[in-house]
């Protein structure tokens, strides 16, 4: 096939006025490895060049350093009507620049020879081809038929790359795994469909399984020119295909999607008549990497004036490798590209508004290790889109981006609004003293805590966010005054995070009536350590303040867990202490799977926790949970504030007392975690049975 002669397509520009901001991004990124490229504006005037009298010619001073390869065959740098002289044998400085320097007398193969990227070299493969943002693999007959009409007009650049393949499949196929390969020619006919493939590589091996691609299908080369017919009983195969450059090759299109793991489609921007571009920088200095939130990330909001398909490009700028020496600069620059990450788009529906999880999202890219990636999406009539930008492993420092957005309608591209106007940020932590694990542990009480107050009714987001750490983390809003929290009861609860997620947690609650809440940051399992930031957004004014709680800087004592087993209803240990003392204590029940809210609120053994002392056979209850009643153990029961001397330890002296009620759930046994929190050190005997 080759492409129809027709009109040059006119390339679409954006009409946004930039920002200062966005201006000042593009100066920034127009200046790379000590040359300065000015931001493209549009096709140069021609008395741009034109040479004054008074005027000398250009002199790029810029140090362009070369790669050793490249030095062992430089001989310096020229202008063309140096290399190029006039018929007289004498260089002009004058010779009319309508006049062509370098035409091509015969048809060009490319090849890679010193340039380390095979991605680029591919590209100018197929360009050279004469055919002229990138496409994610889709449904077959319609990709393959899209692909078709736009080749057949010159209007997409196609590009293939391997993944990872075996020795053995790259010496029986003729692949090279993760190598981006050139598509030069597309082939239909006799219900066959057929794809040239060419290996930029200049020794490169190609394609050895040519299965069905004969059977009189007549091959073209990457011209269109097809084999002359055989002539009866000249012994010639009908068919005969021409003799193709090295490294060329066709295959059958099924064999391309079983080979070949990502297909770029580079379509010419003259297809859409209507362009925005906005420009915009991501410091990802202070990330938490893959288990980064949204909310840090740059979102965008779209929108159409009329039904239809949008195409998104996100294009990662360039930039100077950081603290690349003069001797090792492209090295530097090499190792630093080969490791450059990967990027992606999500478009969510709704709102147009910020989005803080990757939660479900409308359309979402493949993360792309090269500096664009593509989104194709339909969008409705004047329907707000959220457009966010993603990304992984790239490196933690500032980059910069271009979002472009074309379409057959006009549209609009902004910074996507925040439902939350009023934003507190906290940066705390989980220390050894309050990193409590989930609402199952009796410790759940010594995590962060925080005051809400709300003056008016508003709707509430909680983002809490690790800082380098990835365990799992769950955020909670409480009813409770805005004291700290001693247990919680599932009625307390106005709203939480759902499920412990790596990196970060985030709840949204609606419609939160004025008031003072406790807000709760946990891990899921004690002693995990490490900082977060909580980010707290409401509709209203608020304020939010940390809560000390009642357990800081006390003694913790923690004895031997408490099993009832079989017909016990009752467990008892001694308590000791040297000195008064004032001790609260905790019990939760202990299972072997913990820690969601459905779990927690599917049920627990009853509890019912209390002090007693003990003088002979006279006993007194010096404290009781629950109004004593039973109390849900995965949510757990407490006893605060006992005052103990030790004239009260005798021998029968303070005990610690658990009672349960109902069915014991675990293999007829079920165990309880009890903490005791004391001003002075404290001894805890063992759990024994009902006297």
């Known amino acids: 096939?080759?492409?129809?002669?027709?009109?040059?397509?006119?390339?679409?520009?954006?009409?946004?006025?930039?920002?200062?901001?966005?201006?000042?991004?593009?100066?920034?990124?127009?200046?790379?490895?000590?040359?300065?490229?000015?931001?493209?504006?549009?096709?140069?005037?021609?008395?741009?060049?034109?040479?004054?009298?008074?005027?000398?010619?250009?002199?790029?001073?810029?140090?362009?350093?070369?790669?050793?390869?490249?030095?062992?065959?430089?001989?310096?740098?020229?202008?063309?009507?140096?290399?190029?002289?006039?018929?007289?044998?004498?260089?002009?400085?004058?010779?009319?620049?309508?006049?062509?320097?370098?035409?091509?007398?015969?048809?060009?193969?490319?090849?890679?020879?010193?340039?380390?990227?095979?991605?680029?070299?591919?590209?100018?493969?197929?360009?050279?081809?004469?055919?002229?943002?990138?496409?994610?693999?889709?449904?077959?007959?319609?990709?393959?038929?899209?692909?078709?009409?736009?080749?057949?007009?010159?209007?997409?650049?196609?590009?293939?790359?391997?993944?990872?393949?075996?020795?053995?499949?790259?010496?029986?196929?003729?692949?090279?795994?993760?190598?981006?390969?050139?598509?030069?020619?597309?082939?239909?006919?006799?219900?066959?469909?057929?794809?040239?493939?060419?290996?930029?590589?200049?020794?490169?091996?190609?394609?050895?399984?040519?299965?069905?691609?004969?059977?009189?299908?007549?091959?073209?080369?990457?011209?269109?020119?097809?084999?002359?017919?055989?002539?009866?009983?000249?012994?010639?195969?009908?068919?005969?295909?021409?003799?193709?450059?090295?490294?060329?090759?066709?295959?059958?299109?099924?064999?391309?999607?079983?080979?070949?793991?990502?297909?770029?489609?580079?379509?010419?921007?003259?297809?859409?008549?209507?362009?925005?571009?906005?420009?915009?920088?991501?410091?990802?200095?202070?990330?938490?990497?893959?288990?980064?939130?949204?909310?840090?990330?740059?979102?965008?909001?779209?929108?159409?004036?009329?039904?239809?398909?949008?195409?998104?490009?996100?294009?990662?700028?360039?930039?100077?490798?950081?603290?690349?020496?003069?001797?090792?600069?492209?090295?530097?620059?090499?190792?630093?590209?080969?490791?450059?990450?990967?990027?992606?788009?999500?478009?969510?529906?709704?709102?147009?508004?910020?989005?803080?999880?990757?939660?479900?999202?409308?359309?979402?890219?493949?993360?792309?290790?090269?500096?664009?990636?593509?989104?194709?999406v339909e969008v409705l009539q004047n329907v707000p889109y959220t457009v966010v930008v993603s990304e992984q492993t790239l490196p933690r420092s500032s980059h910069s981006f271009t979002l472009s957005a074309f379409s057959l309608q006009p549209l609009s591209i902004t910074e996507a609004p925040d439902k939350y106007p009023n934003r507190t940020a906290i940066v705390d932590a989980w220390t050894p003293a309050t990193a409590g694990g989930n609402a199952s542990h009796p410790s759940y009480a010594r995590n962060p805590q925080f005051k809400l107050q709300l003056p008016h009714p508003s709707d509430v987001s909680l983002l809490v966010e690790l800082h380098r750490e990835d365990f799992p983390v769950h955020v909670k809003l409480i009813w409770s005054d805005g004291n700290p929290i001693r247990f919680v009861g599932a009625r307390d609860i106005v709203g939480d995070s759902g499920e412990y997620r790596k990196g970060h947690a985030f709840a949204e609650v609606l419609k939160v009536p004025a008031g003072r809440y406790t807000i709760v940051c946990s891990t899921f399992e004690q002693g995990q350590l490490g900082k977060f930031t909580l980010q707290i957004g409401t509709t209203s004014r608020s304020t939010v303040d940390r809560l000390h709680t009642r357990r800081a800087g006390q003694f913790v004592t923690r004895p031997e867990m408490a099993t009832f087993v079989g017909e016990t209803d009752s467990l008892w240990a001694p308590l000791k202490c040297s000195r008064l003392t004032r001790v609260c204590i905790a019990a939760h029940s202990h299972a072997t799977e913990r820690g969601t809210s459905s779990q927690i609120d599917s049920g627990g053994l009853p509890l019912k926790l209390s002090v007693e002392s003990r003088q002979g056979l006279m006993k007194r209850v010096l404290a009781i949970s629950g109004n004593d009643e039973f109390t849900n153990g995965h949510y757990g029961v407490e006893v605060d504030d006992v005052d103990v001397e030790p004239s009260m330890c005798t021998e029968a002296g303070v005990r610690i007392v658990l009672e349960r009620a109902g069915p014991l759930y675990l293999n007829g046994q079920e165990s309880v975690e009890v903490e005791v929190y004391s001003d002075a050190g404290v001894q805890i005997g063992s759990w024994h049975g009902p006297p």
């Open 1 to 376: 096939m080759v492409a129809r002669a027709s009109t040059r397509l006119r390339e679409p520009s954006s009409t946004r006025t930039l920002s200062t901001r966005e201006q000042i991004i593009l100066l920034e990124s127009s200046r790379l490895h000590g040359c300065r490229f000015p931001p493209w504006k549009g096709p140069p005037d021609v008395s741009e060049f034109e040479l004054a009298e008074d005027q000398s010619k250009f002199i790029d001073d810029a140090d362009l350093r070369l790669s050793e390869t490249q030095l062992a065959v430089f001989d310096g740098w020229k202008r063309p009507d140096e290399l190029f002289p006039t018929a007289g044998g004498q260089q002009s400085s004058m010779r009319p620049f309508t006049d062509p320097l370098m035409c091509a007398t015969e048809k060009i193969d490319l090849v890679q020879d010193a340039t380390s990227d095979c991605s680029v070299v591919a590209s100018l493969c197929a360009r050279a081809a004469d055919r002229g943002a990138r496409s994610e693999d889709v449904e077959r007959e319609g990709l393959w038929r899209r692909i078709l009409k736009a080749f057949e007009y010159g209007d997409v650049l196609v590009t293939l790359g391997t993944g990872k393949i075996s020795e053995f499949e790259q010496v029986s196929a003729g692949l090279v795994g993760e190598h981006d390969y050139a598509v030069i020619n597309l082939q239909e006919k006799s219900e066959k469909r057929m794809v040239l493939v060419k290996n930029p590589w200049s020794e490169g091996s190609g394609w050895t399984r040519n299965d069905g691609l004969g059977d009189g299908c007549d091959l073209p080369d990457r011209n269109g020119h097809s084999a002359a017919p055989a002539q009866a009983g000249s012994g010639e195969l009908e068919g005969k295909r021409p003799v193709q450059e090295p490294g060329t090759f066709w295959m059958n299109v099924n064999d391309v999607f079983q080979h070949f793991e990502i297909l770029y489609l580079n379509w010419n921007p003259g297809l859409f008549p209507q362009r925005q571009d906005i420009h915009f920088s991501w410091d990802l200095a202070r990330t938490n990497g893959l288990w980064a939130s949204f909310m840090n990330n740059p979102q965008f909001q779209i929108r159409s004036k009329a039904a239809g398909t949008v195409w998104l490009v996100l294009s990662r700028h360039f930039k100077s490798s950081a603290g690349a020496s003069n001797s090792a600069d492209n090295e530097s620059f090499r190792a630093s590209a080969v490791h450059t990450g990967f990027i992606s788009l999500y478009l969510f529906c709704g709102r147009g508004e910020k989005v803080a999880l990757a939660d479900g999202f409308a359309v979402r890219g493949s993360y792309v290790d090269s500096p664009n990636t593509l989104l194709r």
